[in-house]
C-alpha cells in the first residue's frame, strides 16, 4: 500500500515520510544482509581450505600479509572480512557457530514488517469463498507462514552454537538473548511495517497499548529457544554420526515448529481480541461480558487438541533421549566432529542423566493419592448430603469445579517438588510429572463418577481431561521455572563454597601448567600451535592458549531453568522451594491483577482511538446533511477512494436536490464481525422518498472506513 502511494492515483494519498523511513530502512537490511552472507561464505571457505593447505601453507601466510582493517563500522558494509577475522576463525573454529543476534533481530523485523499484511489477506479469505467459518484463519495461517522462519533461521543457529558449545565442554548460554533479539525485532517491524502508516498513534498502540503482549511475547521467546538449546545438547549425546546428527536436528526443528505455530496462533488471536475490546467492540454488551471475554477464550485454547500436543512435546522430545542414553556412552568418542578426516576423536563430557523414572513414580503417585482422596470425599458427602440437594445443578457445578481446582493443586505441587529433585532439566522433568499425575487425576475422576451413579459422553470427558492436563501443565510451568532458578543458584552457592579451585572450574588432580595441552581441536584440522605471525597480531590478537584435557576439568555452567547440572552432587533445601513457590505465586498476582486494571480501564472510551462502525457512519451522515463532502469523502476506504474523486463523489449526491434535498440521514442495524462490520444508512428526501443502502465496513487499524455502499432494490 505504501509503494502503491508512490504513484499519483485519483484522489490517492501522498507518500508519508515515516513510510519513506521505513521503505529506507528495508533497502538497507536487504543490503546488509547482502554483505553479512558474502562476508561468511569467504569466512567458510577459508576454514574449508585451511584443511587442505596445512600449517604452513600459503593460506596462512596470505592472511598473516593482510593490511589491518580500517574499522568497526566499515567492516559491517563491507564486502569482504576483516583480515583479522579471518585469521582468528580459520584456527578457532568455533567462531563459525556463534549465535548471531544480528541475524535474529534482522529475521524479527522482517516477519513484523510482513505479519500485519499477511494477517489482513487470509483475514479476507474467508470473505472471497463466501466462507462463515473462517474463524481464526487468520491466525493460524500467519503461524504456520513465520513460526518455521523464524525456527528455520533462529533455531538452526542455536542447534550451531550447542554443539560448539559442548565440543568446548560449555553449556550453550547466548540461546534467550537470541529470542530476546527476534522478539524486540518482531516488535520493530510491527511499527515499521507498510499496512498501518507508522505515525504516533500507532507507535502508542504498538509499544503502549499492546505492551502486556510484547513483555509476554519476548519472555515466551526467551525460554523457547532456551528450550531449543536443551534439546539440542541432550541429543547431541546421542548422535553418533554425521547422518543421526543430521536427522536428530531436522526433526527437532520440526517439532520446534510445531510448538511455535500452535503458541503464535494463539498469541495472534488473544492480542487481536484484547485490541478489539479495548476499542469498544463489546460496549454493547455490559462490562461484564467484557471482563469474560478473554478468560472465555483461554478456555476454548484449553480445549483444542494442538494445545495438548504442543504442551506434550516440550518434554516429550527431550526427555525422549533417555531411551537411547545406551548410544551416549558411543558417541563420547565420535569422530565424525572434525571437518577433515582426521583419525582423532572428539570427547564429550559426560553430563548427568535424565530422571524420567522419577518424574513418572511421582506422578503416579500423587495421581493416586488425588484418587483416595476424592473417594473419601465422596461417601462422605453421599453419607452427609441429602439426595435432593446432591442432584442439584449448582451443587454438580461447584462439586465440578472443586474436582478440577484440587487436581489443578496437587500438579502444581508435584511439579514443583520434581524440579527440585532432579538434576537435569528441573522444568522439563516437573512438566512430565504434572502431565503423568494430571492422566491418573482425570481417569480417577471419571472412573468415580461412573462408580456413583453419574453419566459421561465423549465431549464431557475430552472437557475433563483438557481442563486438568493442559491447565495444570500451563500453571506448572512457570513455577518449575521459578523452581529451577532457585533451586540451581542454591546448588551453584553450594559448589562454591564446598569447591577449593579457581571459581568456575571443579579441579580434581589438575596438572601443572606445564602439562602437555589437549590436542583435538573440533570441527576443523589438526591442532597448530605455531601460528604465522601478523602485522596486526601482536596489537590487536594473541592466540588462544592450550587447555587442559576435559577428564581433568569440569566447567561449571551458568545456572538455567533447562541447562544442565555439574556432576557434583547437590544439596537440597526446602527452604528454597517455599521461597521459590511464594515468589512466583506473587508474580502470578500481581499479573492478574494489572490484567484486569488494564482491560477495564481500556474498555472505557479513550482519546486516542474512538472510532467504532456506528461513529464512522453517523459521520458519513451528518457531512452529507450540512454538505461537507470532503469529511464524508474521508470516511472511505482507500480502494474507493484510488478509483473515485471527492468531486465525482459529491456528483453523486447533486440529485438530491431535485427532491426537495437530503432532510436526514440514519444509521442502522450494525454489525461487527472481527474487523469487518456490515450496517444499514437511510436517506430521507425533503419530498419522502427513501433510499436504503447496505454498507460494508473494514478496520485496517487507524479506524473504521466504508469499503462498499451497496442500493437496496
Not at 131 to 156: D, H, K, W, Y
Not at 403 to 415: I, S
Not at 448 to 454: A, I, R
Amino acid at each position: 500500500m505504501s509503494v502503491g502511494s508512490l504513484v499519483k492515483y485519483p484522489g490517492g494519498y501522498p507518500l508519508y515520510e515515516i513510510e519513506a523511513g521505513g521503505i529506507l530502512v528495508m533497502i538497507v537490511s536487504v543490503y546488509l544482509t547482502r554483505n553479512a552472507v558474502l562476508r561468511a561464505r569467504e569466512i567458510y571457505a577459508d576454514v574449508r581450505a585451511s584443511t587442505w593447505d596445512g600449517q604452513s601453507g600459503a593460506l596462512s601466510r596470505v592472511l598473516a600479509s593482510l593490511p589491518h582493517s580500517r574499522g568497526r563500522w566499515r567492516a559491517v558494509i563491507s564486502f569482504h572480512p576483516n583480515p583479522e577475522e579471518r585469521f582468528r576463525t580459520v584456527y578457532e573454529t568455533h567462531r563459525l557457530f556463534r549465535t548471531g543476534f544480528w541475524e535474529a533481530f534482522g529475521t524479527g523485523i522482517a516477519i513484523g514488517i510482513a505479519l500485519p499484511i499477511i494477517h489482513f489477506i487470509l483475514l479476507l479469505v474467508p470473505y472471497m469463498l463466501a466462507s462463515r467459518n473462517g474463524g481464526g484463519f487468520e491466525a493460524l495461517g500467519s503461524a504456520l507462514i513465520f513460526a518455521p522462519l523464524a525456527v528455520g533461521v533462529v533455531g538452526l543457529g542455536i542447534w550451531r552454537a550447542t554443539f560448539a558449545a559442548r565440543a568446548r565442554d560449555k553449556a550453550p548460554t547466548s540461546a534467550g538473548r537470541a529470542g530476546l533479539c527476534l522478539g524486540l525485532g518482531i516488535m520493530l517491524g510491527t511499527f515499521l511495517s507498510f499496512f498501518i502508516t507508522p505515525t504516533w498513534m500507532n507507535f502508542t498502540k504498538v509499544f503502549v497499548y499492546a505492551l502486556p503482549w510484547n513483555v509476554l511475547l519476548l519472555v515466551v521467546l526467551f525460554f523457547f529457544f532456551r528450550w531449543i538449546a536443551a534439546g539440542a545438547s541432550i541429543w547431541l549425546d546421542v548422535a553418533t554420526t554425521g547422518r543421526s546428527l543430521r536427522l536428530i536436528y531436522t526433526v527437532g526443528l520440526m517439532i520446534a515448529s510445531a510448538v511455535l505455530v500452535v503458541w503464535l496462533a494463539q498469541f495472534l488471536r488473544f492480542s487481536h481480541a484484547s485490541e478489539f475490546i479495548r476499542e469498544g467492540g463489546l460496549t454493547a454488551f455490559g462490562s461484564t461480558l467484557v471482563l469474560l471475554a478473554l478468560p472465555a477464550q483461554f478456555l476454548n485454547a484449553l480445549l483444542q487438541p494442538e494445545t495438548l500436543l504442543a504442551l506434550i512435546s516440550l518434554w516429550a522430545f527431550p526427555l525422549a533421549a533417555w531411551f537411547w542414553r545406551g548410544r551416549a556412552r558411543m558417541a563420547t568418542g565420535s569422530n565424525w566432529a572434525f571437518l577433515d578426516s582426521s583419525s582423532q576423536r572428539q570427547l564429550w563430557l559426560r553430563q548427568e542423566p535424565l530422571s524420567p523414572r522419577i518424574a513418572l513414580t511421582l506422578g503416579l503417585q500423587i495421581g493416586f493419592v488425588f484418587c483416595v482422596l476424592l473417594l473419601i470425599v465422596r461417601v462422605g458427602l453421599r453419607v452427609g448430603v441429602s439426595e435432593a440437594i446432591g442432584q442439584t445443578d449448582q451443587f454438580k457445578l461447584v462439586f465440578g469445579s472443586s474436582q478440577v481446582v484440587l487436581a489443578l493443586l496437587l500438579q502444581v505441587g508435584l511439579a514443583a517438588i520434581v524440579a527440585g529433585k532432579v538434576r537435569r532439566l528441573r522444568s522439563l522433568h516437573g512438566l512430565f510429572a504434572a502431565c503423568v499425575g494430571g492422566c491418573v487425576m482425570v481417569l480417577g475422576m471419571l472412573d468415580l463418577n461412573l462408580l456413583f451413579g453419574g453419566t459421561t459422553d465423549p465431549f464431557f470427558i475430552w472437557q475433563t481431561f483438557c481442563f486438568v492436563v493442559n491447565g495444570g501443565a500451563l500453571l506448572a510451568l512457570p513455577i518449575t521455572v521459578g523452581v529451577s532458578v532457585v533451586v540451581g543458584r542454591a546448588c551453584q552457592t553450594h559448589r562454591r563454597e564446598d569447591a577449593s579451585g579457581t571459581p568456575g572450574f571443579v579441579s580434581t588432580n589438575a596438572p601443572s601448567p606445564n602439562s602437555p595441552a589437549y590436542q583435538p581441536i573440533p570441527l576443523a584440522q589438526p591442532p597448530f600451535t605455531n601460528y604465522p605471525v601478523a602485522s596486526y597480531q601482536t596489537q590487536d590478537y594473541q592466540p588462544p592458549t592450550v587447555y587442559a584435557p576435559p577428564s581433568q576439568y569440569t566447567y561449571m555452567s551458568p545456572v538455567s531453568p533447562f541447562s544442565a547440572a555439574a556432576i557434583l552432587p547437590q544439596k537440597k533445601s526446602n527452604r528454597f522451594l517455599w521461597v521459590a513457590l511464594s515468589i512466583v505465586v506473587g508474580l502470578l498476582a500481581l499479573l492478574c491483577a494489572y490484567s484486569v486494571f488494564f482491560y477495564v480501564t481500556s474498555s472505557s472510551p479513550t482519546k486516542v482511538i474512538t472510532s467504532t462502525p456506528t461513529t464512522t457512519l453517523n459521520t458519513y451522515c451528518t457531512s452529507l446533511k450540512k454538505g461537507d463532502y470532503q469529511t464524508a469523502y474521508n470516511q472511505f476506504f482507500w480502494s474507493i477512494q484510488s478509483h473515485l474523486t471527492e468531486a465525482e463523489f459529491a456528483s453523486t449526491y447533486y440529485p438530491f436536490a431535485a427532491n426537495g434535498g437530503l432532510s436526514d440521514c440514519i444509521a442502522s442495524n450494525v454489525i461487527v464481525e472481527d474487523q469487518f462490520a456490515n450496517g444499514v444508512i437511510t436517506f430521507i428526501t425533503g419530498n419522502g422518498p427513501r433510499v436504503i443502502y447496505d454498507c460494508r465496513l473494514i478496520d485496517p487499524g487507524d479506524g473504521w472506513k466504508i469499503y462498499g455502499l451497496t442500493l437496496r432494490h
